[in-house]
Each structure stands twice: as C-alpha cells, then as structure tokens.
C-alpha cells in the first residue's frame, strides 16, 4: 500500500473483548499506509483481545479517552466485537469522543458490533450502513437505513458487517482517511 495517509493519527477506540482481527487488520492497513494508529481505551494498561469467545492477545493502551483529544486525532476506527461494543457504548465518554469524529466530518469506521456505538452516539439517523446482521433491528430504530453489503461509506462513515469483509473494510477505511473531512 502507497503512503496514502503519511503522518495521519487515527484512534482506534476499543476495550477488553475487542475481536482481535478486527483490531490487528485495520491497525495494520493504517500502518502500511503511513498512517499513526494509537489505540484509545476506557482505562489504562491492557485490553484483552479475544478470537470470538476465546482469550487472544492483549495490547497496550496507548491513552485513556477521558484523556484523548479528538481534534488531535484525523479519523477513528471502532474495532468490533459484541462484548467491546457493548461496554464502549455504556461508557458516556467514549460516545462523547465518537460523536466528535462524527461532527467534526473526520472519518469514522466500524466494523461488526462497533455499530453499537455509532448509535448510542445519536449519529446514525438518516445514514446508509451495515453492521453484523443482528444489530439491523437496533440501526434502523435509531434511523439508520441498514443494508446488508460488505462495506458501505456515507459521507465519511464507513461500516462493515465482520471479519470476512475486513479486506474491502481496510481498502475503503485508508481511502476514506485519504480524503480527509466531509462535510454535508
């Protein structure tokens, strides 16, 4: 992959049950690009990472959200994984975090479960996206339009369903970062 985002800082928002591919293959593609991913969490030390319902890796937190700063930040990615997703949404600092990307027109991507949070954060009414299968019920009630496609990009919001679409996820997350903010 070219240098399509050199010097670009993304943060990847995630914390313990983050789906591991979906943290390590975005991670990677933001790196080959040139970008700087640094991941943003609920608390310090390490998350644990998991393969579905098994215990995979842990990663070091780079900063806490209460202590990250949006405006320093070019995009987001919000990993997937059901019990990641469920525990960033319940957290007020890390929806307030997520809708400033939003608000800002600075690229967001979320893949799987991450949807959830894009939801809690009241930012999805009137947005075309996809998520894996069993949050449709939970977009559409928040006024999403949900369709069931491998990746979809709206006005700078990217979502995806799950692992099997993480190739078209990655390609469209560093084109999408690429170019910058949206507005509209």
Same mark, same amino acid.
């Given at each position: 992959?070219?240098?399509?985002?050199?010097?670009? %800082?993304?943060?990847?928002?995630?914390?313990?049950?983050?789906?591991?591919?979906?943290?390590?293959?975005?991670?990677?593609?933001?790196?080959?690009?040139?970008?700087?991913?640094? !991941?943003?969490?609920?608390?310090?030390?390490?998350?644990?990472? +998991? %393969?579905?319902?098994?215990?995979?890796?842990?990663?070091?937190?780079?900063?806490?959200?209460?202590? =990250?700063?949006?405006?320093?930040?070019?995009?987001?990615?919000?990993?997937?994984?059901?019990?990641?997703?469920?525990?960033?949404?319940?957290?007020?600092?890390?929806? /307030?975090?997520? %809708?400033? +990307?939003?608000?800002?027109?600075?690229?967001?991507?979320?893949?799987?479960?991450? =949807?959830?949070? !894009? =939801?809690?954060?009241?930012?999805?009414?009137?947005? %075309?996206?996809? /998520?894996?299968?069993?949050?449709?019920?939970?977009?559409?009630?928040?006024?999403?339009?949900?369709?069931?496609?491998?990746?979809?990009?709206?006005?700078?919001?990217?979502?995806?369903?799950?692992?099997?679409?993480?190739?078209? +996820?990655?390609?469209?997350?560093?084109?999408?970062?690429? =170019?910058?903010?949206?507005?509209?």
């Amino acid at each position: 992959m070219t240098q399509a985002i050199a010097g670009k %800082r993304v943060a990847f928002l995630a914390t313990d049950g983050v789906e591991e591919i979906e943290l390590t293959a975005p991670w990677q593609a933001v790196r080959d690009a040139g970008g700087q991913p640094e !991941l943003v969490s609920l608390d310090e030390g390490e998350i644990q990472a +998991f %393969r579905h319902l098994d215990k995979a890796g842990t990663w070091n937190v780079d900063v806490t959200v209460d202590r =990250a700063d949006p405006s320093g930040y070019d995009a987001l990615v919000l990993p997937g994984g059901v019990a990641n997703g469920d525990f960033v949404r319940g957290d007020q600092r890390a929806v /307030s975090f997520t %809708r400033c +990307f939003v608000e800002d027109g600075k690229p967001v991507a979320a893949i799987c479960h991450a =949807a959830w949070v !894009l =939801a809690e954060a009241d930012v999805v009414r009137g947005r %075309r996206m996809t /998520s894996w299968p069993t949050l449709r019920t939970d977009l559409r009630n928040a006024g999403a339009q949900w369709v069931d496609e491998e990746v979809v990009a709206d006005n700078g919001l990217v979502t995806s369903r799950g692992p099997d679409d993480l190739k078209a +996820f990655c390609a469209k997350l560093i084109e999408e970062i690429a =170019a910058g903010r949206h507005t509209g």
